[in-house]
Nanobody, 128 residues
Framework: VQFVESGGGLVQPGGSLRLSCAAS????????ITWFRQAPGKEREGVSC????????YYADSVKGRFTISADNAENTVYLEMNGLKPEDTAVYYC??????????????????????WGQGTQVTVSS
């Protein structure tokens, strides 16, 4: 099983990026998939979750209205569209599969110990 994140880069405040999480060795639509991020000196935090089981999504308050998560089951890929980027969005972004629950209904969806199949991450830097 391998998750590969891509699409990160350097962008100015207010800019946009689209991150991709491509999976191999596992079918993504069986799991709830979450994007996490980790800034230097901070704990890894949940950003957004998507479930193909009931089409549910969940967003951290800090990104609600700016980020959109989606899935292309045919491509076995989950995306994170990020608009209105802020310097505080600077972090390494990771995707992972929830091995405990298939749904995304609350902040409990971001419980890191429930997750496996972590990718290597992609760096997002928001700076002028």
């Amino acid at each position: 099983v391998q998750f590969v994140e891509s699409g990160g880069g350097l962008v100015q405040p207010g800019g946009s990026l689209r991150l991709s999480c491509a999976a191999s060795g596992v079918t993504l639509d069986y799991y709830a998939i979450t994007w996490f991020r980790q800034a230097p000196g901070k704990e890894r935090e949940g950003v957004s979750c998507i479930s193909s089981a009931d089409a549910s999504t969940y967003y951290a308050d800090s990104v609600k209205g700016r980020f959109t998560i989606s899935a292309d089951n045919a491509e076995n890929t989950v995306y994170l569209e990020m608009n209105g980027l802020k310097p505080e969005d600077t972090a390494v972004y990771y995707c992972a599969a929830n091995l405990i629950s298939r749904f995304c209904h609350s902040a409990s969806s971001f419980t890191r110990r429930d997750y496996g199949y972590w990718g290597q991450g992609t760096q997002v830097t928001v700076s002028s």
